[in-house]
């Protein structure tokens, strides 16, 4: 008979499928799980008052026999299934970021904030806190490596979930010579921020220009299988490109059109940055292109292409913000173009300003960030459009002041496990 003491998987079982069912309730009567509420001090109160309740369920588990059930294999072994099972659900099922809808009814698709997700890892986060204060209690050194990993597991799994409402995400904009402070969310929403970055200076690696034959469509050929590409490496010469052979003439790697120099050399900057590439149209291209190693330029490559009896010489370039791309008419259905350049590195040199005074000159490049004031500088984008030539930086700004914690309780789990291994080889001997 169910409940009668002892209590088995039965009890056990039925304690994570009745927390499940009252997260379903929760779900569809409440709507998701608002972090957000548990934002600095909510979170720190809150974890108290659980470690408050873990300490009170110690002291009265003689007394209370459902309080003895929460350190034993019946209680925990359900809700682990149960938490694994959500946990391989929610790996592989595409989920939505931080602050959007779920896309899908029963909202899944955000398993963060989904009701019976939250209270069964609540659940077990009870448990192992539970099986934490046990074990302190009763310590011994054969008891260390599980004291570690319990206490760690709960470490990371309380102050990474009540902690994620400190986390913050921002996008940052800089413009070249103008110091910037505010930061932008998901939502779209203005911070200021404790802190200023001024963009030096941004610097590209490209991977080399390549070319390739597009269809009337504009389409790579071949169509049904990975494109052919013509890579122009230093020193080439002539390659075979789909029955075409390609021989390079001249090679230009900062160019532009002979006619947009003139007029860049009698215009004003003001004025020539403000006529638009659809005006330009009319005069560019009409006498090749020279060597301009200024703003606005791109890789240019004079070609000879044969196939057959068919000879055709012509510019090939992919063109810039100042000019459009140029492509070499092979016959009336194919044309020798040459694809946006991809960038291989990217990076900027800042200066960062905070308000305690501190002034730093640092690069921040792609998988390569900058900590400051509590606050991680990414670089995350750049004006793509002018490409080699952006004024303006992209940065992603991070500070999730909870992480700390979180570290702390991932370096418990691995002293505790590396004691594991200790102890058990003294055994064996």
Known sequence: MMWSQPWTFREGTALSVGLLLVGAMLQMSVGPVEWRLFVWPANIVALCLLVVLLV???ILREKVYAFRFLTTVYAAVPALACAALFTVVMGLTKQVADGHAAKDLL?????????PFVLIYFWMTIIIGE????????????????????????????????GSADMQKLKMYCTQGKPEWRGIDDAQNMHELPLAIELQQFSIDEYAPKLVIIDEKGVPLPEAKKPAELHLEDGIKSENLLGWTISVVKSLPDGVPVSLSMMRDNMPAEMMSMMKMDSLGLVLNKGGYVAWDKPGSAYVVEVVAKKGNTVRRGWVTCGSYMFPYEGLRLDAHHTLAMPQREPRRYASRIQVLTKDGENVETTVEVNHPYSIAGWKIYQLSYNEQMGKWSDMSVF?????????AVYAGIYLLLFGAIFMFVFAGRKKK
Not at 107 to 115: A, C, D, N, P, V
Not at 135 to 156: D, I, N
């Open 56 to 58: 009170m369920a110690y």
């Open 107 to 115: 909202g899944i698709t955000r398993m963060l904030s989904f009701w």
């Open 131 to 162: 099986l934490a204060i046990v074990q302190a209690t009763r310590f011994s050194w054969q008891r260390l490596p599980s004291f570690l990993c319990h206490t760690g597991l709960f470490v990371v799994l309380t102050c990474g979930t009540l």
């Open 396 to 404: 992603e700004l991070v500070t999730d002041p909870w992480l700390p």
